[in-house]
């Protein structure tokens, strides 16, 4: 068939401009439909949402699955909205995931969040029944997003104590060069790339070199420092990261609202640290902002000297 058709279009001058034309066009179409598709608003958590998808009952996009067994996980498809099942009236998979109930500029409505191995909803009936409303913060321009920087205020962030320096110096003496041992390939990051689950070992040298190692900071290690750490709290680190500042704010609040009164301390890398307006908001909820640049200039210092 694809010889024939090569055959006529070189000796049929008139079917070889009509399948031009109709392929110009074709590109044409295509061509505004991916344009019309890639300047939807982006608004749900990085997601492209444009029209609703499905409009069944209160439920307009459906459901989407979660890239983890967490039930507040990113969705698993992110330039698109991809609900599954695609008609309506149908109940979900055990999946991970939540309904997308609605989305604009002002809102995102979810209902029935839920993880692995649950039980299937309908999402029509659990957007009209339960629905979740998330307010959005207004859009952070350029410009806004310039001017949040680093609190520079005099005692925004507290700076550690000199036994808690000295005890980091010598932790870091303890623990010599870089290992350097290589592991199997792949990581155990995530559950997706442990290697154990792949049946992949360490090799005997490199399990010999890090007993040696461990051992040996052991031996070296600074004892316990019985003054330097008094009565209990929470340390938690931060970034910033949307996902590192998403997940800092809830596990705050979450331990406020359940009536948690432990100090927390909130330790971010170089640079990193909230702005004025922020730190004082941590302020208010029993929270210390603490550098991990403090402890690298003042060990580095006490080496100098």
């Known amino acids: 068939m694809a010889r024939s058709l090569y055959v006529r279009l070189v000796t049929d001058t008139k079917f070889a401009t009509r399948a031009l034309v109709i392929a110009v066009v074709t590109l044409a179409l295509c061509s505004f439909g991916?344009?019309?598709?890639?300047?939807?608003?982006?608004?749900?958590?990085?997601?492209?949402?444009?029209?609703?998808?499905?409009?069944?009952?209160?439920?307009?996009?459906?459901?989407?699955?979660?890239?983890?067994?967490?039930?507040?996980?990113?969705?698993?498809?992110?330039?698109?909205?991809?609900?599954?099942p695609k008609r309506c009236g149908r109940f979900t998979h055990t999946?991970?995931?939540?309904?997308?109930?609605?989305?604009?500029?002002?809102?995102t409505v979810i209902a029935a969040p839920k993880g692995c191995g649950t039980e299937p909803v309908m999402?029509?009936?659990?957007?009209?029944?339960?629905?979740?409303?998330?307010?959005?913060?207004?859009?952070?321009?350029?410009?806004?997003a310039k001017r949040r920087e680093p609190c520079a205020r005099r005692g925004a962030t507290t700076t550690p104590s000199k036994e808690i320096i000295a005890l980091l110096d010598e932790l870091a003496r303890a623990m010599g060069e870089p290992l350097g041992v290589k592991m199997?390939?792949?990581?155990?990051?995530?559950?997706?790339?442990?290697?154990v689950m792949y049946g992949r070992r360490m090799s005997e040298e490199a399990v010999r070199e890090t007993r040696r190692r461990v051992d040996l900071f052991k031996k070296n290690a600074p004892a316990y420092p019985e003054r330097a750490f008094t009565g209990r709290g929470i340390v938690i680190v931060g970034g910033n990261s949307p996902k590192f500042q998403t997940s800092y704010w809830v596990a705050i609040h979450?331990?406020?609202?359940?009536?948690?009164?432990?100090?927390?301390?909130?330790?971010?890398?170089?640079?990193?640290?909230?702005?004025?307006?922020?730190?004082?908001?941590?302020r208010r909820m029993g929270v210390t902002i603490h550098s991990f640049g403090d402890l690298v200039d003042e060990t580095s210092a006490g080496r100098r000297g």
């Open 184 to 195: 199997p390939p792949g990581s155990r990051r995530d559950l997706y790339t442990d290697f």
């Open 254 to 282: 979450a331990l406020r609202r359940a009536g948690c009164a432990l100090p927390i301390q909130l330790w971010f890398p170089e640079g990193e640290s909230p702005d004025c307006e922020r730190a004082d908001e941590l």
């Open 123 to 144: 999402c029509e009936k659990a957007c009209k029944q339960n629905p979740i409303v998330g307010r959005k913060l207004p859009a952070c321009s350029p410009e806004d």
């Open 34 to 84: 991916a344009r019309q598709a890639y300047e939807t608003v982006e608004r749900f958590s990085g997601v492209r949402v444009g029209p609703p998808t499905q409009r069944c009952g209160a439920s307009k996009y459906g459901f989407l699955r979660a890239n983890s067994c967490h039930p507040f996980s990113l969705p698993a498809q992110m330039k698109r909205v991809d609900a599954h």
């Open 95 to 107: 999946t991970a995931g939540f309904c997308l109930c609605d989305d604009d500029e002002s809102a």
